[in-house]
């Protein structure tokens, strides 16, 4: 098995996640520049994520986290607990949309300006995440087993409000700082974050820490 991904936490990260959760051994290929260009034209729909499974090339990013969490037990074969673990993803996707962050990849620091109107949406989504762990009364979103939309959602809060300001992207460090306090500000957010970070501190630990987001 290789999943194929650039050199980023990204829509990448949710896969690796729970292949690490899983203790799935697979190939960790991250194309760039001109191997990029040459592995594009394997990828189904242009882009990566790819995982390449027996010869397929699997894309999708969730269409991949589904079909392994269905091989690893993190996706429910129950119809109505399947909805729970869709609907949470979709209402994690669509809090916050149009949040521009760009700027985390320019040398300059991410402007003031731009950087509240960012955390407007950032908010947004963890307002989100409060409401759907209260709705569904668990340690995880949907429940007290961890599903495919905990991969989703935490590697997508390890990219902002976990993430550190090492070599590289210390000039950003207000923007990691701003997430991670507007995220204690909301109790049961951190305490799934903290309760996720146990779930996975070897592979956090083991991560690469120089990626922006």
């Not at 989504?125 to 991969?151: M, Q």
């Not at 993430?163 to 109790?187: D, F, I, L, S, W």
Request: glycine fraction near 6%.
């Amino acid at each position: 098995m290789k999943l194929y991904y650039f050199p980023l936490y990204g829509v990448g990260e949710q896969i690796r996640m729970l292949l690490a959760h899983a203790k799935v051994e697979y190939d960790n290929e991250m194309p760039t520049g001109d191997s990029w260009k040459e592995f594009k034209p394997n990828c189904p729909n242009g882009q990566m994520p790819v995982l390449e499974v027996d010869g397929k090339m699997l894309h999708q990013s969730q269409a991949i986290m589904r079909f392994l969490g269905k091989q690893h037990g993190y996706y429910p074969s129950d119809a109505m607990a399947a909805f729970a673990v869709d609907a949470a993803v979709e209402d994690w996707n669509d809090s916050g949309k149009n949040m521009s962050y760009m700027s985390m990849f320019k040398p300059e620091p991410f402007p003031e300006e731009e950087l509240k109107v960012f955390m407007e949406g950032m908010n947004k989504k963890y307002e989100c995440i409060a409401k759907i762990l209260a709705k569904n009364g668990g340690k995880f979103l949907c429940g007290d087993a961890i599903t495919t939309a905990d991969f989703t959602v935490f590697a997508s809060l390890c990219s902002w409000a976990v993430n550190q300001p090492t070599e590289g992207k210390e000039h950003q460090r207000h923007v990691y700082t701003a997430c991670a306090e507007a995220m204690a500000k909301h109790p049961t957010v951190q305490a799934y974050v903290d309760a996720m970070k146990a779930e996975l501190a070897g592979y956090l630990a083991a991560r690469p820490k120089d990626r922006t987001i």
